[in-house]
Nanobody
Framework: EVQLVESGGGLVQAGGSLRLSCAGS????????IGWFRQAPGKDLEGVSC????????YYLEFAKDRFTISTDNAKSTVYLQMNSLKPEDTAVYSC??????????????????????WGQGTQVTVSS
């Protein structure tokens, strides 16, 4: 069974940093693409960033550009999201999922996803002011 486990969340002050991890199992990690998402209380789920292990493409939502960096450690089947210069508005539950083509994909100019499929349990990120 496809499983994803997020970790690395916590409480930080504005301007601080966190590195989130998404560890995958039950699928061919090297042939996959994974997206990071977040949802604040009362807000819609939104994409943050994605990475394709097939062609190394990455995509960032505008709010994540220049502050967040997505990367992968294929040996550990893990995708990371390094978050710097955190702001209170970054407070949310962060989760990851496998992107299933062709309906879902990750490219340099394209991050297409849906709410269906396999998700991790999420990790809480809280940024205080």
């Amino acid at each position: 069974e496809v499983q994803l486990v997020e970790s690395g969340g916590g409480l930080v002050q504005a301007g601080g940093s966190l590195r989130l991890s998404c560890a995958g199992s039950g699928f061919s990690f090297d042939d996959s693409a994974i997206g990071w998402f977040r949802q604040a209380p009362g807000k819609d789920l939104e994409g943050v960033s994605c990475i394709s292990m097939i062609d190394d493409s990455t995509y960032y939502l505008e709010f994540a550009k220049d502050r967040f960096t997505i990367s992968t450690d294929n040996a550990k089947s893990t995708v990371y999201l390094q978050m710097n210069s955190l702001k209170p508005e970054d407070t949310a539950v962060y989760s990851c999922k496998v992107l299933l083509p062709p309906q879902e994909m990750c490219g340099s100019h394209w991050f297409r996803w849906s709410e269906s499929g396999y998700w991790g349990q999420g990790t809480q990120v809280t940024v205080s002011s």
